[in-house]
């Protein structure tokens, strides 16, 4: 039975504890001749002022002090590929080298599920696919060998680490309408869940048609496309 959807989990797994709070002393504390450790008393009120205050002047380097850690899982490699691009991050991958993937598991992009003709043939070159990599593991092959024959749609699971300022650089990439649909998926979800923690962060975060109304690609075309 091939195991294939496209439903990928995410999950905000741990952040740094008041991660508001935290930015909020780092940007009151250039500001101040009040020692760090003793900021830790700064208002509600104020920390409400503050981050929202800094963070339009641009000096959104406060935020680099919150991170926030998400599992991901049963998306494609595809995905991971493109998520690693991003460098201000940490991240841990299930190996294909250690984890002998001998179910076929795959993702399969909206597009191809449209069509019931076109989801057969995918589902039948993934079944051959791992036919052929289990044949080559039965073979002796190494894992790390047998792999090479794996689609870019193989189900994988990644935890990534990245700061506050890292995600925002990240959501205005790939919650972009003209990012790759799974990355954006995976992006949006990322964002929910990071603004129920902290909105004063994260309540305008976004592609940048919304962040700074412009567009990189500048197509007019897009339903986002700054009036
Ligand atoms: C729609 C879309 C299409 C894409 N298409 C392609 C493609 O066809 N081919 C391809 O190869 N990539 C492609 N990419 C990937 C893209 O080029 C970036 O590698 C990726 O989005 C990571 O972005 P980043 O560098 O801003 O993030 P990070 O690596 O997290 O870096 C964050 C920021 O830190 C700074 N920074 C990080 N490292 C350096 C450095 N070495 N030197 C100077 N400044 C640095 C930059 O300001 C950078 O924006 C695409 C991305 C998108 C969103």
Redesign the pocket.
Known sequence: MLDTGTAMNVKLIAYTPQPELVSAMAATLTHTKTKPEELQQVKKKDLQKVLPYVMKLGHTSVVEHASFTFAISDVSRALTH?LV?????SYSQQSQRYVNLTEPSYVVPPSIMKSKKMKKAYDETMGLIWEQYNNLLKLGIPAEDARYVLPNATCTNIMVTMNAR?LL??FE??C?L??QWEIRQCANKMLGEVRKIAPLIFKDAGPTCKTRRTCPENKKSCPLYPK
């Open positions: 493109q691009r991003h460098r201000i991050a890292s650089n990240f990439l790939r972009c003209h990012a």
